[in-house]
Protein backbone atom coordinates (compact mmCIF):
# COMPACT_ATOMS: atom_id res chain seq x y z
CA UNK A 1 0.00 0.00 0.00
CA UNK A 2 2.98 2.34 0.83
CA UNK A 3 4.08 2.17 -2.71
CA UNK A 4 1.01 2.30 -4.51
CA UNK A 5 1.40 5.18 -6.73
CA UNK A 6 4.85 5.68 -5.62
CA UNK A 7 7.27 2.94 -6.12
CA UNK A 8 10.30 5.31 -5.46
CA UNK A 9 9.72 4.68 -1.89
CA UNK A 10 10.83 1.25 -2.39
CA UNK A 11 10.75 0.79 1.45
CA UNK A 12 13.94 3.36 1.99
CA UNK A 13 12.49 5.64 4.73
CA UNK A 14 12.21 1.99 6.74
CA UNK A 15 15.58 0.81 5.87
CA UNK A 16 17.14 3.67 6.44
CA UNK A 17 15.73 3.68 10.13
CA UNK A 18 16.61 0.00 10.39
CA UNK A 19 20.05 0.83 9.31
CA UNK A 20 20.65 3.33 11.87
CA UNK A 21 19.19 1.66 14.44
CA UNK A 22 21.24 -1.18 13.88
CA UNK A 23 24.24 0.86 14.03
CA UNK A 24 23.29 1.95 17.40
CA UNK A 25 23.53 -1.39 18.79
CA UNK A 26 26.55 -2.53 16.65
CA UNK A 27 28.99 0.39 16.28
CA UNK A 28 31.08 -1.84 13.74
CA UNK A 29 28.57 0.00 11.31
CA UNK A 30 29.34 2.79 10.05
CA UNK A 31 26.20 4.85 8.52
CA UNK A 32 28.37 7.24 6.62
CA UNK A 33 29.25 4.53 4.13
CA UNK A 34 26.35 2.94 2.51
CA UNK A 35 25.93 1.26 -0.43
CA UNK A 36 23.24 -0.61 -2.28
CA UNK A 37 22.99 -3.08 -5.42
CA UNK A 38 20.05 -3.87 -6.87
CA UNK A 39 18.75 -5.54 -10.15
CA UNK A 40 15.52 -5.19 -12.01
CA UNK A 41 13.14 -3.50 -10.36
CA UNK A 42 16.14 -3.21 -7.51
CA UNK A 43 18.11 -1.80 -9.94
CA UNK A 44 15.30 1.03 -10.48
CA UNK A 45 15.32 1.07 -6.42
CA UNK A 46 19.35 1.19 -6.26
CA UNK A 47 19.52 4.26 -8.39
CA UNK A 48 17.02 5.59 -6.97
CA UNK A 49 18.85 5.80 -3.56
CA UNK A 50 21.53 7.74 -4.67
CA UNK A 51 18.65 10.30 -6.55
CA UNK A 52 16.16 10.44 -3.70
CA UNK A 53 18.05 9.76 -0.38
CA UNK A 54 21.73 10.69 -1.32
CA UNK A 55 22.29 12.27 2.42
CA UNK A 56 22.47 8.16 3.70
CA UNK A 57 23.05 6.19 0.55
CA UNK A 58 26.95 7.15 -0.53
CA UNK A 59 26.82 4.36 -3.28
CA UNK A 60 24.88 2.35 -5.87
CA UNK A 61 25.23 -0.45 -7.97
CA UNK A 62 21.97 -0.37 -10.51
CA UNK A 63 21.73 -3.61 -12.48
CA UNK A 64 18.75 -3.82 -15.24
CA UNK A 65 16.73 -1.24 -14.02
CA UNK A 66 13.25 0.18 -15.37
CA UNK A 67 14.64 3.82 -14.90
CA UNK A 68 11.47 5.03 -16.41
CA UNK A 69 8.27 3.31 -15.59
CA UNK A 70 6.57 4.55 -18.72
CA UNK A 71 8.95 2.21 -21.29
CA UNK A 72 8.89 -0.94 -19.76
CA UNK A 73 6.20 -3.06 -19.80
CA UNK A 74 2.37 -2.13 -18.73
CA UNK A 75 1.08 -4.65 -17.03
CA UNK A 76 4.16 -4.78 -14.49
CA UNK A 77 4.55 -1.33 -14.24
CA UNK A 78 0.39 -0.50 -13.67
CA UNK A 79 -0.13 -3.07 -11.37
CA UNK A 80 2.07 -1.08 -8.81
CA UNK A 81 1.46 2.32 -10.22
CA UNK A 82 -1.66 2.27 -11.90
CA UNK A 83 -2.89 4.53 -14.93
CA UNK A 84 -0.14 6.68 -16.26
CA UNK A 85 -0.15 10.10 -14.78
CA UNK A 86 2.31 12.87 -13.31
CA UNK A 87 3.25 10.25 -11.08
CA UNK A 88 5.18 8.58 -13.52
CA UNK A 89 7.48 11.48 -14.74
CA UNK A 90 8.09 12.64 -10.78
CA UNK A 91 9.10 8.97 -10.02
CA UNK A 92 11.43 8.60 -13.16
CA UNK A 93 14.96 7.90 -12.44
CA UNK A 94 15.31 9.53 -16.20
CA UNK A 95 13.58 12.41 -15.20
CA UNK A 96 15.49 13.02 -11.61
CA UNK A 97 18.94 12.53 -13.10
CA UNK A 98 20.40 16.30 -11.67
CA UNK A 99 20.00 14.52 -8.72
CA UNK A 100 22.30 12.57 -8.29
CA UNK A 101 24.97 12.64 -5.74
CA UNK A 102 27.62 10.05 -4.72
CA UNK A 103 28.75 7.22 -6.80
CA UNK A 104 26.38 4.97 -9.32
CA UNK A 105 27.36 1.84 -11.49
CA UNK A 106 24.60 0.96 -14.20
CA UNK A 107 24.76 -2.32 -15.88
CA UNK A 108 22.57 -3.47 -18.32
CA UNK A 109 22.92 -6.90 -20.53
CA UNK A 110 23.03 -6.01 -23.94
CA UNK A 111 19.94 -8.41 -25.38
CA UNK A 112 17.86 -8.15 -22.16
CA UNK A 113 14.25 -9.36 -22.84
CA UNK A 114 12.54 -8.45 -19.91
CA UNK A 115 13.59 -4.82 -19.07
CA UNK A 116 14.31 -3.05 -22.38
CA UNK A 117 17.92 -1.63 -22.00
CA UNK A 118 17.15 1.46 -23.72
CA UNK A 119 15.67 2.80 -20.28
CA UNK A 120 19.10 2.08 -18.98
CA UNK A 121 20.90 4.06 -21.77
CA UNK A 122 18.51 6.45 -21.78
CA UNK A 123 19.28 7.31 -18.07
CA UNK A 124 23.32 7.42 -18.95
CA UNK A 125 21.93 10.00 -21.59
CA UNK A 126 20.41 11.79 -19.45
CA UNK A 127 23.17 11.70 -16.79
CA UNK A 128 25.35 12.68 -19.37
CA UNK A 129 23.67 16.00 -20.40
CA UNK A 130 23.13 16.70 -16.23
CA UNK A 131 27.28 16.50 -16.26
CA UNK A 132 27.07 14.07 -13.88
CA UNK A 133 30.11 10.93 -12.92
CA UNK A 134 29.01 7.72 -13.30
CA UNK A 135 30.24 4.44 -14.43
CA UNK A 136 28.35 2.08 -17.26
CA UNK A 137 28.72 -1.49 -17.91
CA UNK A 138 27.05 -2.96 -20.98
CA UNK A 139 27.36 -6.89 -21.16
CA UNK A 140 27.43 -8.02 -24.59
CA UNK A 141 24.96 -10.14 -25.62
CA UNK A 142 23.53 -11.00 -22.02
CA UNK A 143 20.05 -11.02 -21.05
CA UNK A 144 18.23 -9.58 -17.73
CA UNK A 145 21.53 -10.02 -15.56
CA UNK A 146 23.49 -8.66 -13.42
CA UNK A 147 26.42 -9.55 -15.03
CA UNK A 148 27.69 -12.86 -13.97
CA UNK A 149 31.27 -13.31 -12.67
CA UNK A 150 32.30 -10.48 -14.19
CA UNK A 151 29.32 -8.32 -13.26
CA UNK A 152 30.17 -9.56 -9.37
CA UNK A 153 33.64 -8.17 -9.49
CA UNK A 154 32.75 -4.75 -11.02
CA UNK A 155 30.29 -4.56 -8.07
CA UNK A 156 32.53 -5.54 -5.20
CA UNK A 157 35.56 -3.53 -6.54
CA UNK A 158 32.84 -0.23 -7.44
CA UNK A 159 31.89 -0.74 -3.34
CA UNK A 160 35.40 -1.37 -2.54
CA UNK A 161 36.76 2.01 -4.05
CA UNK A 162 34.06 4.18 -2.90
CA UNK A 163 32.93 2.84 0.05
CA UNK A 164 36.43 1.64 1.30
CA UNK A 165 38.88 4.45 -0.39
CA UNK A 166 40.92 1.36 -1.93
CA UNK A 167 41.77 0.95 -4.93
CA UNK A 168 40.96 -2.96 -6.15
CA UNK A 169 43.44 -4.86 -7.95
CA UNK A 170 44.42 -4.43 -11.57
CA UNK A 171 42.87 -7.21 -13.24
CA UNK A 172 44.62 -6.44 -16.18
CA UNK A 173 47.92 -7.21 -14.69
CA UNK A 174 46.54 -10.83 -13.06
CA UNK A 175 46.98 -13.64 -14.85
CA UNK A 176 44.40 -14.62 -17.75
CA UNK A 177 41.81 -17.43 -16.77
CA UNK A 178 40.52 -18.91 -19.86
Not at 1 to 26: E, Q, S, T
Not at 35 to 58: C, E, R, T, W
Not at 133 to 159: L, W
Request: aromatic fraction near 12%; charge should be neutral; glycine fraction near 10%.
Amino acid sequence: DVCWKNIKDAGFPDRILWIKAAAAKYPYIDTTRVGIYGGSAGGQNAAGAVLFHPDFYKAAVAACGCHDNRMDKMWWNESWMGEIGPHYKEQSNIENDAKLQGHLLLMVGEQDRNVPPETTIRFADALIKANKEFDFVIIPGADHTDGGPYGERKRRDFFVRWLHGVNPPDWNQAPARR
